[in-house]
């Protein structure tokens, strides 16, 4: 059964690990990573990357991606969106700790946070406007 737009938004705002999907070419399938995401309801999901990273080459010369993210307790669901980029931009210190502080907590995110602003460099910010939405609650199994 579908999910109703506000359980739909409601489940992409939980932190969980998407599996991020974007063209890559007519001679094979589409490059699908995990990534960290961050989103708000009625939002535009964002996430962050290096800006030589191969999706963020393949987001920006396609101009659209899909995430989508899932569970299999207490019954399967699932929710996929998929939109155009609205924006491009250099990510902040505030943002990478936004995200960090999603998936981690404590200690770990502190030294997540110290692993990334000393080895990984520049991110760049990419956001989604949603424009299509995919969704399901297939009950208990």
Do not use: C
Request: charged share 25%.
């Amino acid at each position: 059964m579908a999910l109703s737009q506000d359980d739909r938004e409601q489940f992409l705002a939980e932190p969980r690990v998407a599996a991020l999907s974007v063209y890559a070419g007519d001679t094979r399938g589409p490059l699908v990573v995990p990534i960290w995401y961050q989103y708000a309801p009625g939002g535009e999901p964002w996430i962050l990357t290096a800006p030589a990273s191969r999706k963020a080459r393949l987001i920006e010369a396609n101009g659209f991606f899909s995430l989508m993210v899932e569970r299999s307790e207490p019954t399967v669901r699932y929710v996929a969106v998929d939109g155009s980029v609205s924006r491009i931009e250099p990510a902040t210190d505030a943002q990478l700790e936004e995200m960090t502080r999603r998936y981690l907590h404590g200690d770990a995110a502190d030294r997540y946070l110290e692993f990334a602003r000393t080895e990984l460099g520049e991110h760049v910010a990419i956001s989604m406007t949603p424009e299509h939405w995919l969704s399901a609650d297939m009950g208990s199994f």
